[in-house]
């Protein structure tokens, strides 16, 4: 199959290859990316941070670093009492921008590398059925492998590129969404604490 793929970078699909290759590329830069943002750089023990989010707030900030946890915990905490939950909620809504930032950029990628395949595999039944015209018997069968190749090269690549990238998205769509249940949770954490320490005084 590899060769065959190999092989209809110089058929008349080729276009559709390099397309491809194109879209592919851009999807491994995203993926790239946002895994090592979602998974390595905002990684922290999200249990124990909270645990000390309930206790004392102010040394959960060590723990957090640049996770953007950090910055609804801050907004929360240099906030006066009656407007801690609109200052988190501002930080809250510039955080999901930058927590969810090009993941969608992935399903995009899935469905153009799909609908770029089933193009090239419409062309190369195109280039299969003119090879049916007024040709010798050589050139019918030329024509016709040529197409057929082309047709099932170009759905195949679209595939490969396609599936990887959505099930890519679906994955850290996931961590995206673990991400902002964490940082909803943390608000909360620091909410309680201002209202007791509130109360206390």
Do not use: C, K
């Amino acid at each position: 199959m590899l060769s065959s793929l190999l092989t209809a970078f110089q058929g008349p699909g080729a276009g559709f290859m390099y397309a491809l290759t194109a879209v592919m590329a851009f999807g491994l830069a995203v993926l790239l990316e946002r895994t090592w943002l979602l998974l390595l750089r905002w990684s922290v023990d999200e249990d124990a941070v909270l645990e000390t989010l309930s206790s004392d707030p102010e040394a959960s900030l060590g723990p957090l670093g640049n996770h953007p946890t950090g910055r609804i915990v801050r907004a929360g905490l240099d906030a006066p009492g009656d407007a801690v939950w609109d200052a988190m909620g501002a930080a809250a809504a510039r955080v999901q921008v930058d927590v969810s930032q090009r993941v969608p950029y992935l399903a995009t990628v899935g469905n153009i590398a799909t609908m770029l395949g089933l193009l090239g595999t419409v062309y190369g039944l195109i280039v299969a059925f003119q090879g049916l015209g007024d040709a010798s018997a050589v050139e019918r069968a030329t024509r016709l492998s040529d197409g057929i190749a082309t047709a099932m090269a170009t759905t195949a690549y679209g595939l490969l590129v396609g599936i990887p990238a959505l099930a890519a998205h679906a994955f850290l769509d996931g961590r995206v969404q673990q991400l902002l249940a964490f940082s909803e949770a943390a608000a909360s954490a620091v909410a309680v604490h201002r209202v007791r320490s509130g109360a206390d005084d």
